[in-house]
């Protein structure tokens, strides 16, 4: 797993809170990617990140930010929860060409 | 329209069969993923593929660039093979950071 660990694995919230999603790698990964997996779609990019607070928007990056303070962190922000967001979160690295995945949290928007 | 289509979506067969997916994209490619995840697991890669052939224990992976398609084969199947099995292929590189376009999976399921 290249050292990606994903806090909390699971989690409940309730429409219009903010939740934060934890990515922590013990690699010294430079490229750190979430994703959310959905029924019906393939893995999406939310945002991406290549270094110490450059980060980047994915194709699904709406009610969703980022932060990434240091190397080992990368956190990703639901500003307000919605019903939508619903999903299995996954973090990843990108190791030269291997991708590595976490865990994934299961996120429930109630 | 997806990037990266799979097939097939579901797949059940007996123990012992010889199991293909097939991946077929669109885009121009530097490599492609074989991934796979186990029920309420993580995601796992299998292979890293830019060109020709790639074998690991039971597992076979084949890309034609040419074709714009790959396909994963298991020989021998077991029921422990039963997952979803994800194709992804990187694209050129955006912003210095590689993006992966995935496909929607298949599922398969070995029965004993």
């Known amino acids: 797993d290249a050292g990606i660990t994903q806090s909390p694995r699971h989690k409940v919230t309730e429409t219009g809170t903010p939740v934060t999603l934890r990515c922590h790698q013990t690699e010294n990964h430079r490229y750190m990617y979430w994703y959310r997996q959905d029924p019906g779609h393939g893995l999406r990019l939310i945002h991406y990140s290549y270094g110490v607070k450059d980060t980047d928007k994915g194709e699904v990056s709406d009610g969703y930010s980022v932060s990434r303070s240091k190397t080992e962190d990368f956190l990703l922000t639901l500003e307000s929860a919605t019903s939508s967001q619903t999903s299995v979160y996954f973090c990843?690295?990108?190791?030269?060409?291997?991708?590595?995945f976490g865990q994934g949290t299961r996120l429930t928007v109630v | 329209k997806n990037e990266v289509e799979q097939s097939p979506q579901n797949l059940t067969a007996q123990e012992g069969e010889f199991i293909t997916i097939n991946c077929s994209y669109s885009v121009g490619i530097s490599a492609l993923h074989w991934l796979q995840q186990h029920p309420g697991g993580g995601i796992v890669s299998l292979f890293m593929l830019s060109s020709g052939k790639k074998k690991h224990g039971r597992l076979i992976a084949t890309i034609n660039i040419q074709e714009k398609h790959s396909s994963l084969h298991i020989t021998a199947s077991h029921p422990r093979d039963s997952a979803v099995y994800i194709c992804a292929v990187r694209s050129p590189i955006i912003q210095g950071a590689q993006k992966l376009v995935f496909g929607q999976g298949t599922r398969l399921t070995i029965n004993p």
């Open positions: 990843a690295a990108r190791v030269n060409t291997e991708a590595f």
